[in-house]
Nanobody
Framework: VQLQASGGGLVQPGGSLRLSCAAS????????IGWVRQAPGKEREAVSC???????HYSDSVKGRFTIARDNPKNTLYLHMNSLKPEDTAVYYC????????????????WGQGTQVTVSS
C-alpha cells in the first residue's frame, strides 16, 4: 500500500501548481482522501478532502484558491493550487481514511510521502 505525492516545486506568489497523489495497493474510491500540509514550526493542517460521496471540504486558508479532484480510474488524487501565497509553503502529503472528519482530526489509515511546495519571489 502506497500513497506517493508529486508535483511540488518553487513558484512565485500568485502562481499555480498541480499536485498529484498516486495510490497503489488499494482503491481510492473506497476511501475519503485529502491533502495535509506541514510547515516548519506550524501545526499540521488538513487543507482539503473529498469524501466517498464526492463531497469536498476546504480549510478557510485555501478556500477559493485550491481545488481537489479524484480520478478513480487512474487511482489518483489531485490538488490544483492557484493564487499561491508564501504562507502556502509547506510539505504536502496525501492521506486516506473512512471520512474527511477523521482526516481533519489527524487520523489516517494511509499516509504517503510528501512533496515540497515553496512559494517565494
Amino acid at each position: 500500500v502506497q500513497l506517493q505525492a508529486s508535483g511540488g516545486g518553487l513558484v512565485q506568489p500568485g502562481g499555480s501548481l498541480r499536485l498529484s497523489c498516486a495510490a497503489s495497493g488499494f482503491a481510492l474510491n473506497y476511501y475519503a482522501i485529502g491533502w495535509v500540509r506541514q510547515a516548519p514550526g506550524k501545526e499540521r493542517e488538513a487543507v482539503s478532502c473529498v469524501n466517498i460521496d464526492d463531497n469536498t471540504h476546504y480549510s478557510d486558508s485555501v478556500k477559493g484558491r485550491f481545488t481537489i479532484a479524484r480520478d478513480n480510474p487512474k487511482n489518483t488524487l489531485y490538488l490544483h493550487m492557484n493564487s499561491l501565497k508564501p504562507e502556502d509553503t509547506a510539505v504536502y502529503y496525501c492521506a486516506a481514511d473512512i471520512n474527511c472528519t477523521e482526516i481533519r482530526r489527524g487520523h489516517y489509515t494511509y499516509w504517503g510521502q510528501g512533496t515540497q511546495v515553496t512559494v517565494s519571489s
